[in-house]
């Protein structure tokens, strides 16, 4: 089934207080060189049949309506191309 | 006057909301969040809480609530509405009040007897304060940070839209100290603290918060 991603951010002039406790903690943790963090957030649409504009424009009016808070935050839109259930490189790498 | 307090699932201080309503001289009607239907009331408070267990964004899920069509349409012909808290929240989700919530910039959870003074007392929620009263109320939440463009700020500003402000300590990251606002026509208002709590001498930090119910009159809008 196709997946249409909704990445939803806080605009960059609002303040991020759990971005900047993100980047606090990266230091006291041995990592450095980080200089800014910003955390938004994901949304993994499963869609019904091909994904077509009109389809899109839904997601978009789904993501404006709903998902996000246009005064607050913007997002973005894209099909997520990848083949499900395919194990995620970066995710198992560092497994035991 | 006939005062509706709506309750949404995860709605934690409608009963207290209530009480106070009826310390200020009116009948609280409770409201449900999936009715259509306001029951006659005159006025509407959205009490605050942790609605939809704040998911997604704190009053995001609220403001789609059935009630909440009907409050929208109310307010829009001068019904009063007074939003406490999540109940601010939700009101700018549902864009009646402009700005936005967000966490606080100390990430943590803030509870505390607040000092405040009253800017705007032409609202039939702030009409028994004297203008520029200090009063102090409680406060507690965890996204209470409003945030706005300064083109926005400026004009709350310039119309008199700032309902209240945090005194001495800005306890979440709000600017310009903003505790509360007001939309154009005044009718609606949103407050971070929360005045329910801080009605009676035995309990809370005092009876300050007693004016935002017993202000309500007939001839607001009637």
């Known amino acids: ?96 | 006057m006939k005062v509706g307090v709506v309750t949404f699932p995860g709605s934690l201080d409608d009963v207290d909301a209530r009480r106070a309503v009826g310390l200020g001289g009116h009948e609280a009607v409770a409201l449900w969040h999936g009715d259509h239907d306001l029951r006659g009331v005159d006025a509407v408070v959205l009490p605050g809480g942790f609605s939809y267990g704040d998911y997604l964004r704190c009053g995001a899920i609220s403001r789609f609530a059935p009630v909440m069509t009907e409050v929208v349409e109310a307010a829009g012909r001068g019904m009063p509405v007074l939003g406490i808290c999540n109940g601010f929240q939700v009101l700018c989700e549902s864009h009646l009040l402009p700005g936005a919530l967000i966490r606080n910039d100390h990430q943590r959870f803030v509870c505390r007897d607040q000092r405040l003074r009253v800017e705007n007392t032409r609202t039939p929620w702030t009409g028994a304060y004297a203008e520029g009263a200090e009063i102090t109320v409680v406060l507690k939440n965890g996204e209470g940070g409003f945030v706005a463009d300064d083109a926005t700020l400026d004009r709350l500003e310039g119309q008199g839209q700032v309902v209240a402000r945090y005194l001495g300590v800005n306890p979440n990251g709000s600017m310009r100290d903003i505790a509360g606002v007001a939309n154009e026509r005044g009718n609606v208002v949103g407050l971070m603290p929360h005045p329910e709590h801080s009605v009676e001498a035995l309990t809370g930090s005092g009876t300050d918060g007693l004016g935002f119910f017993t202000s309500l009159v007939e001839s607001v809008w009637a």
């Open chain 1, 1 to 96: 089934m196709p997946r249409v991603v909704v990445d939803v951010m806080p605009k960059p002039e609002i303040l991020d207080p759990q971005g900047k406790a993100v980047l606090g903690a990266l230091p006291r943790l041995g990592f450095s060189g980080v200089t800014d963090v910003r955390q938004g957030k994901r949304f993994e649409l499963e869609v019904a049949g091909e994904v077509t504009d009109a389809v899109l424009e839904d997601v978009r009016r789904m993501a404006e309506t709903l998902l996000s808070n246009p005064v607050i935050e913007s997002f973005t839109v894209h099909v997520d191309d990848a083949v499900q259930d395919q194990p995620a490189v970066t995710g198992t790498a560092a497994g035991a």
